[in-house]
């Protein structure tokens, strides 16, 4: 009887330094989040899997494996706390992001990326399946022309203008659904644009480890829960 290769390879985790590893241990310790051991080597995985790919087709500014921790795996972690159980779409998701972090850290989660770039999809597409993960779905479609809707919560992570990302997303979420909005600094600004008949419920300031820069993350739900 042979045993299933581990997710994700031994030969993908080699790549990175063993430092790499204890940066993420420590800040996951940092947001207070347990991970079991194979939930560690999936997020190691995907920073593996980002250097890889960045060489050639340049997902994401950060170059630096060790940034690409804190910048990108705990930057996205650090919202896990508002995420509830059901349905939840990252839209412009770019290379994954905060989905595939999401769905590792909550694998009952049910999570849709939607981004229209395609390589940025083809690098979430071989992300699923080195990682092995069975919880994410990733679509090359713009927002606007996506017709599947009802969905607990719809995310995303410097996608658009709050009030684009709420105009945009308007038909995706369920009944009692809301949005999560996770911005810099400049967010305060735009919540005077946002749009009618929604209503900000929470907002909520994060503490990314090893980030300076101001992170927070803005809830939002149509007014009335409808």
């Given at each position: 009887?042979?045993?299933?290769?581990?997710?994700?390879?031994?030969?993908?985790?080699?790549?990175?330094?063993?430092?790499?590893?204890?940066?993420?241990?420590?800040?996951?310790?940092?947001?207070?989040?347990?991970?079991?051991?194979?939930?560690?080597?999936?997020?190691l995985?995907?920073?593996?899997?980002?250097?890889?790919?960045?060489?050639?087709?340049?997902?994401?500014?950060?170059?630096?494996?060790?940034?690409?921790?804190?910048?990108?795996?705990?930057d996205?972690a650090?919202?896990l706390?508002?995420?509830?159980?059901?349905?939840?779409?990252?839209?412009?998701?770019?290379?994954?992001?905060?989905?595939?972090?999401?769905?590792?850290?909550?694998?009952?989660?049910?999570?849709?990326?939607?981004?229209?770039?395609?390589?940025?999809?083809?690098?979430?597409?071989?992300?699923?399946?080195?990682?092995g993960?069975?919880?994410?779905?990733?679509?090359?479609?713009?927002?606007?022309?996506?017709?599947?809707?009802?969905?607990?919560?719809?995310?995303?992570?410097?996608?658009?203008?709050?009030?684009?990302?709420?105009?945009?997303?308007?038909?995706?979420?369920?009944?009692?659904?809301?949005?999560?909005?996770?911005?810099?600094?400049?967010a305060?600004?735009?919540?005077?644009?946002?749009?009618?008949?929604?209503?900000?419920?929470?907002?909520?300031?994060?503490?990314?480890?090893?980030?300076?820069?101001?992170?927070?993350l803005?809830?939002?739900?149509?007014?009335?829960?409808?």
């Amino acid at each position: 009887m042979t045993t299933a290769a581990p997710y994700p390879s031994e030969a993908l985790l080699a790549s990175l330094a063993p430092a790499i590893g204890e940066r993420l241990e420590e800040g996951l310790a940092d947001l207070g989040l347990a991970v079991d051991d194979q939930q560690h080597r999936r997020l190691l995985g995907l920073v593996a899997l980002l250097h890889k790919w960045n060489r050639a087709y340049n997902l994401t500014a950060v170059r630096d494996p060790g940034e690409m921790v804190s910048r990108h795996v705990l930057d996205s972690a650090a919202v896990l706390p508002f995420i509830r159980p059901g349905a939840l779409l990252d839209v412009g998701a770019g290379p994954g992001l905060p989905g595939l972090v999401l769905a590792i850290l909550m694998p009952d989660l049910d999570v849709t990326l939607l981004d229209s770039n395609g390589k940025k999809v083809r690098f979430q597409r071989q992300a699923i399946i080195e990682l092995g993960l069975t919880n994410v779905t990733a679509t090359q479609q713009r927002v606007q022309a996506l017709d599947v809707g009802g969905f607990d919560q719809v995310i995303s992570r410097a996608f658009a203008s709050l009030a684009d990302f709420i105009s945009l997303t308007r038909h995706l979420p369920a009944a009692g659904g809301e949005w999560l909005a996770m911005k810099g600094p400049g967010a305060d600004d735009e919540l005077d644009a946002l749009p009618a008949g929604v209503t900000l419920s929470q907002h909520r300031r994060l503490a990314v480890p090893f980030a300076d820069a101001q992170r927070q993350l803005l809830i939002l739900t149509p007014q009335g829960g409808e």
